[in-house]
């Protein structure tokens, strides 16, 4: 009895021995963040650790918004040194982190990626609008008297005469991914503002509160969103706000399904269903081209060189952020940085373009590689 | 017509015979049916793995002639394993793919033909050249792991046929392919890398050692852990402990518990082992932590049973013979009790096995390429290690993710079986 006892207090105090040590010193980078610059990171950190002394990073895949949260907790061994982004930093998580002595961060931007609307190739390819989604994919669309209604479509034709007679099925990211965000903003945002009374609210700033609220009596908006918005923000709302509100919201009565985190999920079911469409990140795009294909939008199709210079209008920028205080502390920190701002990483033909990254053009790397070989870190809202 | 006072009552009962006997085969029927469906789910399910998955334990490889130049691996002709390490060994697979095709011109078609040989190879020959230095100079024929690319064409996953524009591979790769396979140069050869690699962006560079080593390290702790404090609790609630209302809400309690869902658990470990305990994120260690909370019902509760099979004389007569109630507890009940508690400890530990849900909290789902060494160095587990290969975007992730989790079941079947042989082996029926 005693020897076992001896024996189970023997391997607790190595056990917390070994906590201890970890909790002191860590050999490894830690990252978390954006699942969307996962893929990315990924291969960045494993060529590194193959061919530098330095321990392979470990990574973590927390999603945009919780990356941002571990990572503005606070200076130390227990916090992350770097989170990806696939949004630039919120003046709100700049407020945290430097409540919490995160003073420096380096904003490091490494290129885009776009955001495909796809289908099955079994099916002709879609030539979509802007205007076209957000109308068949919105909460609220304006009604025949100008109002915002239910969204009442249910075929693409009644959207748009040109698109073809097919029920109106998509199959998307849910709330909680970055892909959904930058969709919200970036094409159902983009076709809202086609709509005129929807454009002019937008432009509104928050001292013109009487046409603000004018135009949402017009549009047939209630009056208790621009208080809720008021109190929330605790000043007068922008015209932009309650835009976003109205424009940003996808419909919940069955044409838009939520697939899932998972976009090889909803490639597999476009195969299934030829009349469907599915939204996700063009590096799945890249690696099904056997079997889906993506839409064009506004005329143009989602290929390399058209996200690569912009003219692919549903396309955003990924970064990542280093928490300066770490450099030096964790080994490693500015050597995985060189690699990943590196021309055969990020470059035009760098590894990264062969897992569907695309690249920034040439003089913006250059600036954010001499950012990031300096650590100049960041301006920050105080 | 007979009048219902003129029936006997055995008219009565062979005239329900018939519905009582259809009945019966009725029930037996849906009984099967039942069973006949339960099995074709599972045997659906599985066919489905194994038939996506097989695949992955081979991989393709092609011979190539590569000429270990010192101009590129040491100039300088020291041999210094420093200098050894820094040398340019991916450019030896590019010469040696040069030297194949050398018909291969312009920078595109060039970085397509390097493309067919996979970015770990110059790994491994830098591996054989640190381990023998003799070989500089010399030229050695050897089996490279393909592209990941081509290992899907090689193994029919993507269709040559289809329109060059809807393919990963264009014409003219297909077309080097080809060449190689009439030249005997290309061969699927089992999968060593699956097993013996950590997790890798690149399909064909991925194994699961690093996960399976998580699973190990996690298991181990929740086994030290759960298993000694589950049958101590057993054995005091069921042995020692007095009949009371204390005892009875511990004992519902207990029984909740088995129910909570395992993300609470998680959430739990974040709060109090991470951020409270300040223990490292990612570490088997915390995992282990988080699972033993999953566990302990699972034990207690199995323990418990076993205890209270162990029949009454046995006690009796222990204590009538002049054994202390202790002596009674650990010389005799408990014994009697161990396969019955080690059968609950195991399908507990199976439990565990497959749980991925709570360590998501607790920072398990990561990308991590070294494997660990210990239980405080960040790790993966199996059923993690599935999900990330699901998410990712290569082709070739689909059979590896298949080919996980037919590992991930081989473990938890052998488990089983473990606790159904020990069941029988050492069952006491009295």
């Known amino acids: ?382 | 017509m007979t009048s219902p006072a003129d029936r006997k009552p055995i008219d009565v009962v062979r005239a329900s015979l018939k519905k009582r006997y259809a009945r019966e085969r009725r029930f037996r029927f849906l009984g099967q049916l039942a069973v006949f469906s339960g099995v074709a789910f599972v045997g659906i399910l599985f066919i489905t793995i194994i038939l996506n998955g097989y695949t992955a334990f081979e991989q393709t490889d092609i011979r190539m002639d590569v000429y270990f130049d010192e101009q590129m691996i040491d100039p300088q002709g020291t041999r210094d394993p420093q200098v050894l390490l820094q040398g340019d060994y991916a450019g030896l697979v590019k010469a040696a793919l040069r030297k194949e095709f050398p018909e291969v011109r312009g920078r595109r078609d060039k970085r397509k033909l390097y493309r067919l040989i996979s970015s770990g190879a110059s790994s491994r020959l830098q591996q054989m050249v640190m381990d023998d230095p003799g070989l500089i100079g010399t030229t050695q024929s050897l089996w490279l792991v393909a592209d990941d690319d081509v290992d899907m064409l090689v193994k029919g996953h993507i269709d040559r046929t289809l329109p060059e524009s809807e393919r990963r591979l264009n014409d003219k790769v297909v077309g080097w392919i080809e060449k190689l396979e009439s030249e005997g140069r290309v061969e699927k050869r089992f999968n060593t890398t699956f097993f013996t690699a950590g997790d890798s962006r690149e399909p064909e560079m991925a194994g699961i050692a690093g996960a399976a080593a998580g699973s190990f390290y996690t298991l181990l702790v929740t086994l030290l852990l759960s298993f000694p404090i589950g049958v101590a609790a057993a054995v005091y609630l069921e042995e020692f402990a007095p009949t009371n209302r204390l005892t009875d809400l511990i004992e519902v309690n207990i029984n909740n518990l088995a129910a909570v869902p395992s993300i609470v658990f998680g959430l739990l470990g974040l709060a109090v082992f991470i951020n409270f305990f300040g223990l490292p994120r990612s570490a088997p260690l915390v995992g282990g932590l988080v699972l033993t909370l999953m566990t302990l019902p699972t034990i207690i509760i199995a323990s418990r049973a076993a205890l209270k099979s162990v029949p009454p004389s046995i006690r009796e007569a222990a204590l009538g013979v002049g054994a202390s109630k202790m002596q009674m507890v650990f010389h005799h009940v408990l014994p009697l009790a161990m396969p019955g508690m080690l059968t609950g400890t195991i399908i507990g530990m199976a439990q565990a096995l497959g749980e991925s849900a709570p360590l998501l909290m607790i920072g398990m789902v990561a990308f991590i390429v070294d494997i660990p060494g210990g239980p405080t160095d960040p790790s993966t587990v199996l059923p993690v290690q599935i999900y990330l290969w699901a998410d990712s975007p290569e082709r070739a992730f689909v059979e590896k993710t298949s080919a996980a989790i037919m590992v991930l079941l081989a473990f938890l079947m052998t488990m089983n079986a473990l606790a159904v042989v020990l069941r029988k082996k050492f069952e006491r029926r009295w």
Request: proline share 7%.
């Open chain 1, 1 to 382: 009895m005693l020897k076992k006892s001896l024996a189970v207090a023997a391997i607790a105090a190595a056990a917390i021995s070994g906590v201890a040590q970890a909790a002191a010193a860590r050999d490894y980078i830690s990252i978390v963040g954006s699942s969307t610059v996962y893929p990315f990171a990924t291969v960045v950190a494993e060529r590194f650790g193959r061919s530098t002394p330095f321990k392979t990073p470990k990574i973590e895949s927390t999603g945009s918004g919780g990356g941002l949260k571990l990572f503005c907790a606070g200076v130390g061994v227990q916090h992350p040194d770097i989170t990806n982004a696939s949004r630039r930093i919120k003046k709100s998580e700049q407020q945290r982190c430097v409540k919490h002595g995160v003073k420096e961060i380096v904003e490091v931007k490494v290129g885009y990626d776009g955001i495909v609307v796809a289908n099955s190739r079994k099916a002709p390819r879609f030539n979509l609008t802007r205007k076209d989604l957000y109308l068949a994919l919105a909460k609220l669309v304006p009604g025949p008297d100008g109002k915002l209604i239910d969204n009442p479509y249910t075929n693409w034709k009644q959207v748009n005469p040109a698109l073809p007679d097919i029920k109106i099925e998509v199959l998307g990211p849910p709330p909680t991914s970055g892909t959904r965000d930058a969709f919200d903003e970036l094409a159902l945002g983009g076709g809202a503002k086609k709509i005129p009374d929807l454009k002019k609210l937008r432009g509104l700033k928050a001292d013109k509160a009487g046409e603000i609220k004018a135009l949402m009596a017009k549009l047939g908006i209630p009056m208790s969103v621009y208080d809720s918005i008021a109190k929330k923000k605790g000043k007068a709302p922008k015209g932009k706000d309650i835009f976003k509100v109205v424009a940003y919201s996808i419909r919940e009565d069955g044409p838009f399904i939520e697939a899932g985190e998972n976009d090889n999920l909803i490639v597999q079911k476009l195969e299934a269903t030829p009349t469907a469409l599915g939204i996700f990140g063009f590096s799945f795009l890249d690696q099904n081209a056997d079997k889906v294909q993506g839409s064009t939008i506004d005329g143009v199709a989602p290929e390399f060189e058209s996200i690569a210079d912009g003219s692919y209008p549903v396309s955003r920028p990924l970064f990542f952020y280093v928490k300066k205080a770490h450099v030096g502390k964790v080994p490693g920190i500015p050597e995985y940085v060189a690699e990943f701002t590196s021309e055969r990483a990020w470059g035009d033909e760098g590894y990264l373009t062969d897992k569907g990254l695309i690249p920034m053009p040439k003089a913006e790397r250059a600036k954010y590689a001499a950012d990031a070989r300096n650590m100049t870190p960041m301006e920050m809202f105080k």
